[in-house]
């Protein structure tokens, strides 16, 4: 029996395949006009409505998947513009329609509330945001986010008569050399500085119809608008705050002893940009892998000493070709694992350079795969759009257990510890970079109209606050100035960030768990996990054995937690 099936279709003809909108309409005007008279014939139209999103939601998936592959791709730019353009904004008016046809039907009052509460809450929530002026403004915040990636794909350097991108680049970081670092670093920086003006501009484009979208829908501003959108509906911005709050308190301090670890082990009277990652003179950076196969097949062994299920998930995914890992020129930045929700295969893309920051990669991206195989059998599309605080929880908590069978990586002991303190050292920095992330955001939307000198200066007071202090920036004040800009996420997602702090802190409560009963944490992980959203995120990390949490009390216990793990790693 096959791990996984494509979803049967029942109401679209098997070979349909979405080309333009005319093809798609009649079946849309069908969902929209059908009678709904008995609960039997509300389930037949919920599956069908659940079909149609699922081949919609493939065929969107991969047109973005293929131009992130070659931001170079004319051809394939055109078919992801015009599905932004010329489908989408003529999707929406119908899906509002259907979402409303679904709250007006007597008979969704009778559907099981323990599975559908937290979908017809969304539901809900879309209509009450839905504004036909926004549709296309929409349409066009898609396709302007897209040149992100494209402006990012097209930054390399070169280096001794080699062109790299920067994310190749980044690997001479690590290396003993201080003059090499010094040398790369400044190169990285250089590049970056070139297109700061038309990052700018692309930034303040979108802000402007963010903003516009926000004010349509009844919003003073974009921040507020977008909680309601994401369906923040168990957290607040005040929440947030407290986040921000309890990071400084009890994880910055934690932050700087890594920091000061790693001064020490470099013998460093002073640390600088370029030091962050580096290894001592004599010691060379940890290389876990050389090509991408060998990153995928070592991964598939990893997973399959946690269980047999993790093993057959990545195994399906090479098998069907859903893996493109190493990085190249014109494939944009960063990465991701994208559920195809017909297939239920997912895709991961990366862009591996042979680091440990890959493997570690590989490991979270794993985990989103994961996450998509264990909800793929709920009955509709819409129970399969779990929102990102359990979506993270899932790929955070998977770098965590997989961390003991990474000698599959390296079989010297000594480089394995090493790898696991870089994992817990990420783990622990990324907690302040987000809540300054997070923070920064909140500012931007709640202040519209600034100035790029006003959004500068709010940036390096939001970074000073959350920094150890310990890394000397001199010389490259005006580049620390624009760091955020390397971040994808404020163009293309925007306020999707402080989710990774609250599964962060989730992540470290699940392996905590995991240390002290392996094959419950495993079972509680699937089980919450194949729940996709018919749950709420309270019930859902409970499902998962733990509290959704981010209190200063609750981060200053999980913060001891990993010190004491750190500690016995040797590092204080």
């Known amino acids: 029996m096959a791990m996984i099936e494509k979803i049967k279709r029942s109401f679209l003809p098997e070979d349909y395949q979405l080309t333009d909108w005319a093809s798609l309409e009649p079946y849309l005007e069908d969902l929209k006009n059908r009678t709904l008279d008995s609960k039997e014939a509300l389930h037949q139209w919920m ?15 991969w047109r973005q998947i293929k131009m992130t592959l070659d931001t170079t791709d004319k051809v394939v730019e055109e078919a992801f513009t015009y599905f932004c353009m010329e489908i989408e904004p003529k999707m929406k008016p119908y899906f509002f329609a259907l979402n409303k046809k679904l709250l007006d039907c007597p008979y969704t009052q009778e559907l099981d509330k323990t599975v559908y509460y937290p979908y017809l809450r969304s539901v809900k929530n879309a209509v009450e945001l839905y504004r036909e002026e926004n549709v296309p403004l929409e349409a066009e915040m898609s396709v302007l986010a897209q040149q992100y990636g494209v402006i990012s794909g097209k930054m390399t350097i070169e280096h001794e008569g080699k062109e790299y991108t920067l994310q190749q680049a980044a690997k001479f970081l690590q290396q003993s050399d201080r003059q090499l670092r010094e040398t790369i670093f400044r190169k990285i920086a250089e590049r970056r500085m070139q297109d700061i003006d038309e990052m700018n501009e692309l930034f303040n484009k979108l802000l402007a119809l963010r903003q516009q979208v926000a004010k349509n829908a009844g919003f003073d501003n974009y921040r507020d608008y977008k909680f309601r959108a994401l369906g923040r509906f168990d957290y607040t911005p005040e929440d947030c705050f407290a986040f921000h709050d309890a990071v400084r308190e009890h994880i910055l301090p934690l932050n700087a002893m890594l920091s000061e670890h790693r001064r020490k082990r470099l013998g460093l009277e002073k640390m600088r940009p370029w030091d962050g990652s580096a290894e001592p003179v004599g010691t060379e950076p940890l290389q876990p892998f050389e090509t991408g196969i060998e990153l995928s097949d070592k991964s598939v062994q990893v997973f399959g000493r946690l269980g047999e299920y993790f093993q057959r998930c990545l195994q399906t995914m090479t098998e069907m070709k859903r893996l493109d890992l190493e990085s190249r020129k014109g494939k944009a930045p960063g990465g991701y694992n994208c559920p195809l929700p017909e297939t239920g295969v997912p895709f991961i893309f990366m862009n591996a350079a042979g680091t440990i920051g ?33 979506a993270e929880l899932a790929s955070m908590s998977m770098e965590l257990f997989s961390m003991e069978y990474w000698d599959v990586f390296f079989s010297d002991k000594t480089e394995l510890q090493r790898a696991q303190v870089e994992e817990l050292e990420r783990v622990i920095s990324v907690l302040p970079w987000i809540a300054t992330i997070d923070k920064y955001q909140h500012w931007l939307y709640t202040h519209p109209g600034h100035t790029n000198e006003e959004r500068t200066a709010e940036w390096l007071k939001i970074m000073d606050e ?17 760091f955020w800009q390397k971040q994808l996420h404020l163009y293309e997602v925007p306020f999707y960030y402080i989710e990774y702090g609250i599964a962060q802190l989730g992540a470290i409560a699940m392996w905590r768990q995991y240390r002290g009963n392996k094959q419950q944490a495993l079972e509680n992980y699937k089980k919450a996990l194949a729940q996709g959203y018919t749950k709420t995120l309270p019930q859902l990390y409970e499902t998962a054995g733990i509290q959704f949490n981010f209190s200063p009390d609750y981060v200053a216990e999980l913060g001891l937690f990993v010190k004491e793990r750190l500690n016995e790693m040797g590092v204080n």
């Open 47 to 61: 599956r069908d409505v659940s079909e149609v999103e699922a081949v919609i939601g493939e065929d969107a998936a």
């Open 358 to 390: 890959d493997l570690i990669t590989m490991m979270h991206e794993g985990g989103h795969a994961v996450h998509s195989f264990l909800s793929h059998e709920l009955p509709l599309s819409s129970l399969k759009e779990y929102p990102m605080e359990i």
């Open 466 to 482: 959350f920094s150890t202090h310990q890394t000397d920036w001199s010389g490259f004040e005006d580049y620390r100035s624009v």
